[in-house]
Each structure stands twice: as C-alpha cells, then as structure tokens.
C-alpha cells in the first residue's frame, strides 16, 4: 500500500510537461519555417527559371527609297510569287492527320484518308545502312501512272521482314501490294492502293501513299500527268 | 484547315495585290514579300511565323497548305529570379532557318538482330505441307513498330542563335509561379543537372497543333517572319 502511494505521488504532474511540449513544438516549427526559406532562398538565388522577356518587335529590313520604286518591287515580288503557284488539278497530303486533298482550279474536289510514312529508321544489321521512312515534304509532281503497278521490291523490304534480298532479280517482283493504279512522283515514291484497308488513316508506309480504291480511283483518272502535289 | 486550304492564296499575295495599287507599301512589307518570294522558288515546304496576326503557317510556292492559331508568343531565356529582363529587339521580316530539329533526332531506329537467308516461294513451298504454309509473303506487312505520338513541347535549333519552342504551355509569370519554378532550377543546379538552354522564341498552340508540327522542324525548314506593322 505504502509502495503504490510512493509511485503516485512521483508521477509528473500532467500540466507542466504539456506546456514546455507546446513550447518544443512552436519552437521546431519556426525553426523548420527558418531553415525552408532559408534553403528556398539559396534555391531560388541558384535557380534560372525561363522568364518571358519583353519582345520589341521593329520593323526593318527594307530600305525605304523612292514610293514609286517600292511599288515597282512589291509588283514585282507579288508576279514572281503569282508565277509560282499551282494551276490546274493538284494534290495535298498531310502526313500527320494522313488526308489526302485532290484541288481543281482552287476549289476541293476531293478528300480522301491515306496513310504515309511512319518516320522510323531501319538498320540493316550487316553494313549499318540506314533508310528512313519518311513521306518527303515539299513539291512534287506526277511523273507518270500505272494500271496494275508492279513493286520491285527494294533490300529494305526483305530486311526488315529479317530476311537478306534475293539474289535473282526476279524474286524481288510482286504484282499484288500496290493495287489497281499507281502515280509515280519520283525517288521511288508512290501513290497506290494497299491490302490493308483498315490501317488507312495511320502512319504504317515506307514513305509511299497508300489510299483505298475508289480513292485511288479517282486520283488516278482526275490527276494528268505533271500535276503537283504538296507534302507536308 | 480545309478553309484556308480553299483560300489556297497566301495572305501575302493578297496583300500584294493591295500594294500594288496606289497605296505606297512600307519598305519592310516589301521586304517580307520578296522574302517570300525567294522560298516560293524552291519546292520546300516553308514556314511563315507570323506576331501580329499570331498564326504559324505551312505554305509552298506560296500557297497556304496549312495553318495553326498560336495561343501565346513570347521571348523566354533562363534569367535569375530577382534580376532584370533586358528588353530584346526583333526586327522583322526576318528569315530564319532551323538547324536542327526533333523531326531530325527524335527518331525510333530499328534493326533486325540477325537475317535469315531468303528462301524463293517455289522452294518454300516444297519444304512446307498446306497446314503449315504461311500467307503469301511478297504481300506487305502492317508496320510491326506503332508509331509514337509526338510530344507537345519541344525545341528547334536555329540559325538566329535563338531556339524555337513549340509548347502547349508557357513558363508561369505569376510571382509564386516563377519561384517555384527557381527552386525546383536551383535544386537541379545544386545536383550539378541544371540545364542550359538557349533563348528561345516561345510559341504556345493547342497540344494537337503541336504535334503535328514535329514532323517539319527539321534541319533547312526556313521560318519566315513577316514585318508585323501596327
């Protein structure tokens, strides 16, 4: 009895110990509130964000002369710029959203969803040779068209199946992938019909256009020979 | 797109043909439009970053083949937080030409490990039985390798010494916005991996219109910045 009465009368006292925690407590906080602006501080001094910088924009580049041959120039650019713009039946492919635009005297005739290069680059594991796969960009222009076009099957085209091209020339001939026409546009690039609909309208080619048939149909019947297209 | 596809004549043509008339064209109005003229002899595709109307164009002998709306063009450059940002002069028309770019580098390389002889069809054929024979094999393959979807930011090496930046987003300008991002910048710098990044002309677009602008920032893509005349 005279035991347990000695421990209760050492426990602590329950108030003071509470307040001096607060006190801790507190204390750690600005301490640690110190240190955090004190390190973002040294961080914020060290660091170099990107910061919009004000931009002038002036106008220069021209030399201001006479009103009359200034006028003469900008006459001249404009016809110079005049000459080169397409006339006729030409075409637009864009190679991201994959569409294909056939245009006639200015006004769109047709539009159609194609598929072009992927952009992947194949290596040939024996030589380190590199093709990309790329749909070119910029002008080009229908050199001539094929009824039932016939692909000669380039070295890329067995190496990337694994396999190393064939000796004999006449292996490499298939008269099946290409569909019914083919518009050659020079460097080996093609636009022709495919054997795989359901992948129109994804980057899946070597580079070549592929559209389905009635588009290419119409392609092939409505674009002469040395009509433009325009890749981008 | 197809709107300005339809239009099919470059605004500069336009313009020119006002110029043409009695009005007396500003010196660098002309300069932008001989400029012009210049690429639209060749048969690249060209660029036309254009500030005042805030649009970035795909064009070739001067047509518009394409056109995206900018949502934000600023000159952006890594500076100290508690610094001044020096005002930077841009004089337009200016012709720019990128050095490289991601439709350059950020590239997926594949390479068969190993190649197989190749068999003729006759003679696979012969070593084959009907159940084992595997479709006609000239017929072409889907590409095995899906193509990667292009990012929303990135950069483009030009000749100006500048970077162009295509980004969905730009840089806080917001106080806590800037400090924030000085801190996470001193923190990497701290560790030694602070990057170092040219000055960079800042054009924000929606993330679709950024991808799909990858592709042409390419090595020899000439931009064309027209003078911008209020």
């Known amino acids: 009895m005279t035991t347990d009465l000695r421990l209760f009368a050492e426990e602590p006292s329950p108030q003071r110990p509470q307040g001096r925690t607060t006190w801790v407590i507190v204390a750690a906080l600005v301490g640690a509130a110190v240190v955090a602006s004190g390190v973002t501080a040294v961080l914020a001094k060290l660091g170099r964000p990107l910061t919009a910088m004000p931009l002038l924009v002036v106008s220069g580049g021209g030399e201001s002369g006479e009103p009359g041959r200034l006028s003469k120039r900008a006459a001249q650019a404009a016809a110079a710029l005049d000459r080169q713009r397409p006339r006729g039946v030409w075409l637009t492919i864009d190679t991201h959203r994959n569409r294909l635009l056939v245009f006639k005297n200015g006004e769109l005739?047709?539009?159609?969803?194609?598929?072009?290069?992927?952009?992947i680059v194949l290596r040939d594991p024996r030589n380190g040779r590199e093709w990309v796969f790329d749909t070119p960009l910029g002008e080009r222009a229908i050199q001539h068209k094929v009824r039932n076009p016939v692909w000669a099957k380039p070295d890329w085209a067995f190496i990337e199946e694994g396999l190393e091209p064939p000796t004999d020339p006449n292996e490499r001939f298939d008269s099946n992938s290409l569909g019914d026409y083919g518009l050659y546009m020079g460097d080996g690039y093609i636009i022709h019909g495919t054997l795989f609909k359901t992948l129109l309208g994804r980057r899946v080619t070597h580079g070549c256009i592929r559209l389905g048939d009635e588009d290419l149909e119409f392609v092939y019947r409505n674009a002469p020979i040395g009509s433009r297209v325009y890749l981008y | 797109m197809l709107r300005s596809v339809l239009a099919c004549t470059s605004i500069s043509l336009v313009a020119a043909a006002a110029w043409c008339g009695e009005e007396i064209p500003h010196p660098a109005r002309v300069a932008t439009l001989e400029l012009e003229a210049s690429l639209a002899k060749k048969p690249g595709v060209y660029l036309v970053l254009d500030t005042e109307r805030r649009s970035l164009e795909i064009r070739a002998r001067g047509i518009v083949l394409d056109s995206v709306a900018l949502t934000g063009i600023e000159l952006v450059a890594q500076q100290p937080l508690f610094g001044g940002a020096a005002p930077t002069t841009l004089p337009l028309p200016a012709l720019w030409t990128v050095e490289s770019g991601p439709g350059d580098t950020d590239r997926e390389v594949i390479a068969p490990e190993l190649l197989r002889p190749y068999v003729s069809e006759d003679e696979e054929e012969e070593e084959t039985t009907e159940d084992e024979a595997e479709p006609r094999r000239s017929a072409p393959t889907p590409s095995p390798t899906?193509?990667?979807?292009?990012?929303?930011?990135?950069?483009?090496?030009?000749?100006?010494?500048?970077?162009?930046?295509?980004?969905?987003?730009?840089?806080?300008?917001?106080?806590?916005?800037?400090?924030?991002?000085?801190?996470?910048?001193?923190?990497?710098?701290?560790?030694?991996?602070?990057?170092?990044?040219?000055?960079?002309?800042?054009?924000?677009?929606k993330g679709e219109d950024a991808r799909r602008l990858h592709h042409l920032l390419r090595a020899g893509m000439p931009i064309l910045l027209p003078a911008a005349l209020q």
Do not use: N
Not at chain 1, 109 to 119: H, K, L, N
Not at chain 2, 174 to 183: E, H, N, P, T
């Open chain 2, 146 to 205: 899906p193509v990667r979807e292009p990012p929303t930011s990135y950069r483009a090496r030009l000749d100006s010494g500048w970077d162009l930046w295509i980004t969905e987003q730009l840089p806080a300008t917001s106080f806590w916005g800037q400090l924030k991002a000085a801190v996470a910048d001193g923190w990497l710098r701290l560790r030694g991996r602070g990057p170092h990044l040219s000055p960079a002309l800042a054009v924000a677009m």
């Open chain 1, 109 to 119: 005739v047709r539009s159609a969803i194609c598929s072009t290069g992927t952009g």
